[in-house]
């Protein structure tokens, strides 16, 4: 490496500080190293109905070709914890159910803009081509960001920071400028299995392997369909993704607490029965701008209706009640369920 690439690599580090971030590595731009662990993942199913995974499974093997000639990756993290003052303040507040990341506004509005900038000052400085990537293109960024040294893969198979826990976002930019690479950082989970035994729904095959059909944050986000009834009484009073693995989490007990705003819970959460009688223009309004719009109305309803029956709450009762009649059948068979539950709940 160049010492005008040293000074490249130090500059580009400067400005993803700048710009907000809370972590930057550098790592090259060749083959996603567990690429065929990815596809064996995908082979014996643990995808689930994410079809998409299994279409680009090639594209992600290969970042160039995302940005053909890409030589280098900028890993970036940004911090999303709110640190315990904050979150009681917010579960307080009714958001208890909702993973930490999705208490706020959508990360992709928030990461997009810096990460896009970023791009843009190597592209400048370089002479280069860049790209920025969240997670809703075809790479296999907690891959890269790994190599890179941005940190390592976890038992539980989030990304995991000494500095930074595994509540933060990570950002990629692809470029075909010449950078000097970091280098992987050790695994340090070591013999905790912490995480492996709190999953409620056991959706670990193994550490560092997760059957997302089994788990809680796949069942109330990307799945469809109906929630098997067994995983749905292990669910908890989870309404829209899951925390517990990063909750007992060694690594998260004094990680950094984010510094930015827009990540933090702001209006009250609404309550069940208010979750259930939700219409799809109301879903909009209410959550337009955040990641719960992801589970669309007819998810959230569902989920409200297989935690009113988690959690014994009869105040839910005549909103199930009207959601018999609700326009879509998922919805109806789960109000249906719930409402038997609570039923065989009273009579006992």
Not at 27 to 37: I, K, V
Not at 134 to 148: F, H, K
Not at 323 to 335: H, K, P, W, Y
Request: net charge neutral; proline share 3%; glycine share 8%.
């Amino acid at each position: 490496m160049t010492l005008a690439g040293l000074t490249l690599s130090a500059a580009v580090k400067d400005e993803a500080h700048a710009l907000g971030f809370d972590a930057v590595a550098i790592g090259p731009a060749s083959g996603a190293d567990h690429a065929d662990a990815f596809a064996h993942w995908l082979d014996a199913g643990y995808g689930g109905t994410m079809a998409y995974l299994a279409r680009t499974r090639a594209e992600r093997r290969e970042p160039a070709r995302l940005l053909p000639g890409a030589q280098a990756v900028v890993a970036v993290a940004r911090s999303y914890h709110a640190g315990a003052e904050r979150d009681a303040a917010a579960e307080a507040r009714g958001w208890r159910g909702v993973a930490r990341y999705a208490r706020g506004r959508d990360y992709h509005d928030v990461m997009r803009p810096p990460l896009q900038a970023l791009g843009r000052f190597i592209d400048e400085r370089a002479g280069a081509r860049s790209r920025a990537v969240v997670d809703t293109s075809a790479v296999l960024e907690r891959d890269l960001a790994a190599r890179a040294g941005l940190g390592w893969f976890g038992k539980n198979t989030n990304l995991l920071s000494t500095e930074l826990g595994s509540y933060f976002f990570i950002g990629i930019v692809l470029t075909t400028a010449a950078l000097e690479p970091d280098g992987a950082v050790a695994d340090r989970c070591g013999t905790c299995r912490a995480c492996l035994d709190a999953c409620p729904t056991n959706a670990f095959v193994a550490p560092y392997v997760l059957d997302g059909r089994r788990c809680i944050s796949y069942l109330t986000i990307e799945h469809r369909g109906d929630v098997d009834e067994a995983l749905a009484a292990e669910a908890g009073g989870w309404v829209f993704g899951c925390d517990v693995c990063q909750e007992v989490c060694p690594w998260n007990r004094k990680a950094a607490v984010a510094s930015e705003p827009a990540f933090e819970a702001r209006d009250d959460f609404p309550a069940l029965d208010d979750l259930l009688r939700l219409d799809v223009a109301g879903f909009r309004d209410r959550f337009r701008g955040t990641a719960l719009s992801r589970a669309k109305r007819t998810g959230l309803a569902r989920n409200a209706a297989v935690v009113a029956a988690n959690q014994c709450d009869d105040t839910a009762t005549p909103a199930l009640e009207d959601a018999l009649d609700d326009a879509e059948a998922i919805v109806r068979r789960a109000a249906a369920r719930s409402l038997a539950v609570l039923r065989r709940a009273t009579r006992a």
